[in-house]
């Protein structure tokens, strides 16, 4: 079956006590739009990023997240997640997001995405949602989905399929990461091996090592 984009959402302003920014404004709330959207390197066209020290920039450009998985948090609490309810720009449907390997690149629409790592849950999450215990279950769950930086800029769109076109032989997946970084540190020597992962965890990775040796 051939992967492809269920929706693509851009955030709007909330402005909510939960919200991480300093002026108490969030763009987790993401909505979905009809037709192509561009992207650019930083992003997609009229989303709206609030807490950029965390979000955004060009390892963070696009967030995905499986719409399977949003279905499975749907029958766990007991209410619809409406696609974009994750804070996510790309809703996927028949992807192995988690499995995703660090580095792999999806062809969507007229551009071109590489997968960079997992998203971590914070309390602005779990704000939105009103659960206060939803870091924790989002952990366990561990079923994270997967930030995107841009290889090529162009347009995107619900229904574009997703098309792996690129991955590398090491093996290292969204989930690994995730894993290795929360409740299974066994896993941290695996993320040395991923040389397309971001700077900022395998320099992580090591300190835990090494702290652990």
């Known amino acids: 079956m051939t992967g492809r984009v269920a929706a693509v959402n851009l955030g709007v302003v909330t402005e909510a006590e939960w919200a991480g920014d300093a002026s ?53 609490i007991g209410r619809a997640v409406r696609p974009g309810g994750f804070g996510e720009n790309l809703t996927t449907y028949a992807v192995d997001v988690t499995g995703a390997v660090i580095g792999e ?72 990461v995730f894993r290795a970084t929360s409740l299974e540190p066994e896993l941290l020597p695996r993320l040395l091996d991923a040389e397309d992962l971001p700077v900022a965890i395998r320099e992580k990775a090591r300190r835990r090592l090494a702290s652990r040796a």
């Open 105 to 176: 690149q999806w062809a969507i629409g007229t551009a071109v995405l590489q997968v960079t790592m997992p998203r971590t849950p914070c309390t602005t999450f779990a704000g939105f949602w009103g659960m206060p215990d939803l870091i924790r279950r989002f952990t366990v769950r561990a079923t994270p989905g997967a930030y995107l930086r841009v290889l090529r800029e162009g347009e995107v769109g619900a229904g574009d399929p997703i098309e792996v076109v690129e991955r590398p032989a090491h093996g290292v997946t969204i989930g690994e």
């Open 24 to 76: 108490g404004r969030s763009g987790i709330d993401k909505r979905p739009v009809d037709g192509p959207v561009p992207l650019l390197a930083g992003g997609l066209v009229g989303d709206f990023i609030a807490e950029r020290a965390h979000h955004g920039g060009p390892d963070k450009a696009v967030y995905a997240y499986a719409e399977e998985d949003a279905a499975w948090w749907s029958a766990e």
